[in-house]
């Protein structure tokens, strides 16, 4: 038994295995598994030169561990601290370089997006310092975002491409993606291609369609840099037109599909997403009645993003509507240089609760099962159950809820207790 291993006397355990069984729909007090004075058996794996957790073998109390597993290694948590699955930010631009706190003063003082834009700022400043950074500059500083993540409980992230914007920037963000699965094996990390972030400043609107379309997209595929296609389908960015021809085409290449859709105004790209069967869709600020009742009524899982509103004072997306019609709902930070530069996961649950209006449920359904769906990872991530990977965080607390009832904490200077 020296590859197993025991977390015991956990203060809670919450397994979530009640979300998952309704596979993240309507999700309910009883439906979050709490076990108090709970522990969790499982086995071990090497990656990267490091013993990791590996799967699951069996969750419940203390005192109903298996006598077989009675001999192996435990860590005590003396009934301080919670465990709950690992949590999942499932919507993420965490490669990119540059730095645009100036701008952000600026906006709060009174400037507009457009006479920012005008200087020079905004998204053009970072697709600017992204091209010129190298893939060892743009590792250092994601590794480093990557490990604040961690720190709270993060355990799988989505990591968008998009700022670069030019088939040798994109690649190069996708290579640092895989570059960095290496160097933190203690997360799963997920590259999503994003080349349709914004038109490249230096090509027309059609001219860089058809360089996504026939050059980028394809080395993309090819090269495995990649599960995932996104587009950001909105006014002044790219259109349910675009998005068919990108998405259909990420399809037949065999990735996956998302869509940053209804954010600034509603296009129907919601709607779109549920029609070609995408993974996601995210944002939803200005999401329709048709586009919630097409989310509710297929797989599309609806992520929502409040951090971005409340960085830009905007109208939060319609989260009861989406959980009351029945649509699975994920949380995200969006964490990004321009609109939500945070990887506070626990800070977006404390907005969910304030803004979104979500229970307790709900919440932890957002960043556990549901975000897993989001990522298309249900069936081995998002809940504490037998042959699922043993993905987990010991949170510093007690309990589940004072992740965001304690507004945006921080351990500075170290990880967490554990894995």
Request: net charge positive; aromatic share 8%; proline share 4%.
């Amino acid at each position: 038994m020296s590859n197993y291993r025991a977390i015991i006397h956990a203060s809670e355990v919450l397994t979530g295995a009640g979300i998952a069984a309704k596979d993240g729909r309507h999700p309910k007090e009883p439906d979050l598994g709490r076990i108090e004075d709970g522990a969790i058996v499982f086995s071990l794996i090497k990656k990267s030169g490091k013993t990791l957790p590996h799967k699951i073998e069996w969750v419940g109390q203390t005192k109903d561990i298996p006598k077989k597993f009675s001999r192996i290694p435990k860590t005590d948590l003396k009934k301080k601290q919670a465990l709950i699955p690992g949590m999942i930010d499932c919507h993420t631009h965490l490669v990119f370089a540059g730095d645009r706190s100036e701008e952000f003063a600026a906006r709060c003082a009174g400037a507009t997006y457009q006479e920012i834009a005008n200087k020079g700022g905004g998204i053009v400043s970072t697709v600017r310092a992204t091209r010129a950074a190298s893939v060892s500059e743009l590792e250092k500083l994601a590794l480093g975002r990557l490990k604040e993540s961690f720190s709270y409980g993060v355990r799988t992230i989505e990591i968008k491409s998009g700022y670069g914007l030019s088939m040798e920037s994109e690649l190069k963000c996708l290579e640092v993606v895989e570059r960095l699965k290496k160097k933190m094996p203690e997360m799963t990390l997920l590259g999503t291609f994003l080349g349709a972030h914004a038109v490249a400043p230096e090509m027309s609107h059609d001219a860089y369609i058809k360089e996504l379309l026939e050059k980028m997209l394809p080395a993309v595929a090819k090269r495995k840099l990649a599960e995932a296609c996104d587009i950001f389908v909105d006014e002044g960015y790219f259109t349910v037109a675009d998005a068919k021809m990108l998405l259909g085409k990420a399809k037949a290449l065999g990735l996956k599909i998302k869509i940053h859709a209804d954010e600034l105004t509603n296009t129907e790209s919601a709607a779109l997403a549920a029609e070609m069967g995408a993974l996601s869709a995210d944002h939803l600020l200005k999401i329709s009645d048709h586009g919630v009742a097409r989310l509710a009524a297929t797989n599309t899982v609806a992520v929502l993003l409040p951090g971005t509103a409340f960085y830009l004072k905007a109208a939060y997306a319609p989260a009861r509507k989406l959980l009351e019609a029945g649509a699975a709902v994920a949380l995200s930070t969006d964490f990004n240089p321009g609109t939500c530069m945070t990887l506070n996961l626990p800070a977006i649950l404390t907005l969910s609760a304030l803004y979104l209006g979500m229970s307790r449920a709900e919440i932890f359904a957002g960043v556990t099962y549901s975000a897993a769906r989001a990522l298309g990872l249900q069936s081995s991530k998002g809940s504490l159950e037998k042959g699922k990977d043993a993905d987990f965080a010991i949170l510093p607390f007690p309990k589940f809820e004072e992740i965001y009832y304690r507004f945006a904490w921080a351990l500075p200077g170290r990880l967490p207790q554990g894995y």
